[in-house]
Nanobody, 123 residues
Framework: QVQLVESGGGLVQAGGSLRLSCAFSGRTFSNYVMGWFRQAPGKEREFVVCISRSGAVTRYADSVKGRFTISRNNAKNTVYLQMNSLRPEDTAVYYC????????????????WGQGTQVTVSS
């Protein structure tokens, strides 16, 4: 059974940076597409970014393009989300997701989820 554990969230001022990590266990990490999603209070879960199994292909939401960077280390079974130039509207719970096949933006298609980590950006 796949398990995902996020870490790295916190409180940061606008313009600041945070780096989220997601530790993967239970299966072969390199066989899974990894994604990051976020959910703000009262809003639906939204796609942030995903990365292919090899790490060669990434896909970003327009709202984070140029500010966020996803990467993965298949030797360490970990995916990262570097978030720069943070804005108050980035405030949300950030979730790591994994799927052996799907590589799109629709959150319901991902099979496995972490518990989430809170990111709060103050103005």
């Amino acid at each position: 059974q796949v398990q995902l554990v996020e870490s790295g969230g916190g409180l940061v001022q606008a313009g600041g940076s945070l780096r989220l990590s997601c530790a993967f266990s239970g299966r072969t990490f390199s066989n899974y597409v990894m994604g990051w999603f976020r959910q703000a209070p009262g809003k639906e879960r939204e796609f942030v970014v995903c990365i292919s199994r090899s790490g060669a292909v990434t896909r970003y939401a327009d709202s984070v393009k140029g500010r966020f960077t996803i990467s993965r280390n298949n030797a360490k079974n970990t995916v990262y989300l570097q978030m720069n130039s943070l804005r108050p509207e980035d405030t949300a719970v950030y979730y790591c997701a994994a799927d052996p096949i799907y590589s799109g933006t629709y959150w319901r298609e991902y099979d496995y989820w972490g518990q989430g980590t809170q990111v709060t950006v103050s103005s």
